[in-house]
């Protein structure tokens, strides 16, 4: 296997369950030396989330593969100083505290920075490290009702609705990783170190995009719009005999390929949905003859039909349909078989940035607590078997 | 204001509409040379989306702040030479059209490489440039249905349901943004370029984490279940007099203080509520009784009583609320005046990366069709205004 895109960028991870591990996670498929602290004992909250697989959490499992996990209790001086001392040689720290947690304990960016003044830190929160708001405990669910997105998301008439994934938490790991990255970028041209501050309800918010600008140029609050898009029709779902499908019609030659597929080319002629404007207007009465024609298909006889003639469709796939298909779970190798030292083999979810000459890959299985104190700890410290033990004992590591 | 944490990075922009651009907007704001590549006449297919402002779409606007914007027709012999002269000197170049375009017009990666070695090219599409549906055309609703989003958004016995914003385009632009710096910082440390290849549908499925474990684990097809999560309740939306808000306690302690708010502390001892995996199983109940409770509070109420005792409580925002937040728009500066030359004063989303040095912002409007072709032109080839307009006569610029 080449060798990772990142290879040899050292990142100190302190992360826990999801946003912040998400972008370890990343780091760590392209390349980069991840090594994670977790609490003696306990360790990263995750590790309790089920499903399980022999006892290990198969939630944790996924996002910290590729990760040297090690043991330090921060809240010890030994362990504030071994930290400190892994830090001069670290390039980049993450980690996903409530605000105000790490100089609590002594350990902030302004005390890091004194110690290794090219550190990068990264730190993602609910509402992020400055602010009135920063102080509240910010939590996946929070982020998609505060930032709008659940506003948006649902039916007319219906409840605000939020996305089925932890969609403020990923925005969120995605983002620290474009910050962390872009500031590897410039310490490599400047030498300069960098605090890079994320929050989830930012994340959310910039998801908006064109949402907030119709908001502001228009002051019409944009509302809960079910399958449809404000912009174009038919672009929507629509019932089929054995569940859904979306069809995405965005201008004037694909809605007539569609109509003709159905056997109704006159449709293009209709005054009600001549120009995309005017199909959005009646989007309704369009729905209900479409779907007049389409509930007499199955998913899989309407997309073959409507690929045929290039018409964009797609089935709303169940998970179970994601992870036999040929095209994502074959060609683009988004679920990888892992061997793990306790759970055996497990399926993780694959890299999906795709690079031609350094392909990102699971590098190896999650750690089990612990697991690699003795490499780590010898590598910076030089400390004995016994020496370990000592500081196990003494509840250090 | 200090400089871009990516000044001195050039990259040539072919992209349209959401995806790419959103990359090359962040691009932008961190400071890089963004050069925005459109057809004559016609431009990005967005400039025509509504909102407008004084004629110019606030949809363009926003996705394009910090670009300089020329106009190349690629498919002119004089065009392609322009285009191929100016891959010599950039970092990197982005595109988001559909599979095979750059190479049907000569200008695929393996062209460029051979012109530029070090060319990193980051790309966008649908179902990524390899695999049996890389033909298919992709668009957001394609991914989000395909990608298995919708399947778990929404309400039992209800329909699968997309999320409010253009969910797949922004994943995927995060992800190009990620895999376009990994590059970079790759190509800093050894010099060698990359192809970057990022799919709508491959992000959304990242996008899964635990959705898809819960199945690979159990074999247990994840439903809709609404506001809830699987794993811990109370942690979902509550009625109140005016709307919803959310509120999330996630252990014991929580619960515990939410019930005391509530006047009954009597149900941390009720043998349906004790711990958190009976809350899970009784969730209907509970969630019954604590909005008799919340119904009788405004929104403001709750949240003022529940911050008052540190339980996770939240507004599910209107885009109004949002923009008017003191947190929000306020103290993290979501919400950016900008002048532009023809819409005058805008408003644009803010950058969401927080660094501490280097700080992102918008660098200047969104660009008017063509509005640098003097400067760019003159810089790379040192064309004289006379040349210039003889190329845009013939339909080259």
Known sequence: MSKGILEGLVVLDLTRVLAGPYCGMLLADMGAEIIKVETPKKGDDSRAFGPFINGESSYYMNLNRGKKGITLNLKTEDGKKFFLQMVEKADVIIENFRTGTMEKLGLGYETLKTINPNIIYGCVSGFGHYGPYCDRAGYDIISQAMGGLMSTTGWPGGEPTRTGTAMG?????????????????????????????????????????????????????????????????????????????????????????????????????????????????????????????????????????????????????????????????????????????????????????????????????????????????????????????????????
């Open 169 to 397: 938490d990923v925005l969120s790991g995605l983002s620290l990783t474009i910050g962390v990255l872009a500031a590897v970028v410039n310490k490599l041209k400047t030498g300069e170190g960098q605090k890079v501050d994320v929050a989830l309800v930012d994340s959310v918010v910039s998801s908006l995009e064109i949402i907030t600008q119709i908001y502001l140029t228009s002051g019409k609050i944009p509302e809960r719009i079910g399958n449809r898009y404000e912009s174009t029709y038919p672009y929507d779902s629509f019932k089929v005999k054995d569940g859904s499908v979306v069809i995405a019609c965005g201008n004037d030659k694909l809605f007539s390929l569609l109509v003709n597929e159905m056997g109704q080319p006159e449709l293009v002629k209709d005054s009600r949905f001549l120009k995309n404007i005017d199909r959005v207007e009646h989007h309704a009465q369009l729905k209900e003859i479409i779907e007049k024609w389409s509930i007499n298909f199955t998913i899989d006889e309407i997309e073959e039909n409507l690929l045929k003639i290039g018409v964009p469709v797609a089935p709303i796939n169940t998970i179970d349909r994601i992870i036999n298909d040929p095209h994502i779970a074959g060609a683009r190798e988004m679920f990888v078989e892992v061997q793990h030292p306790v759970a055996g083999k497990t399926t993780l979810t694959g890299d999906h940035i795709k690079f031609s000459e350094r392909k990102a890959h699971i590098q190896f299985p999650a750690p089990t607590l612990g697991q690699h104190n003795k490499e780590i700890y010898q590598k910076f410290f030089n400390l004995t078997d016994a020496q370990i033990e000592e500081y196990v004992k003494i509840g250090v590591f």
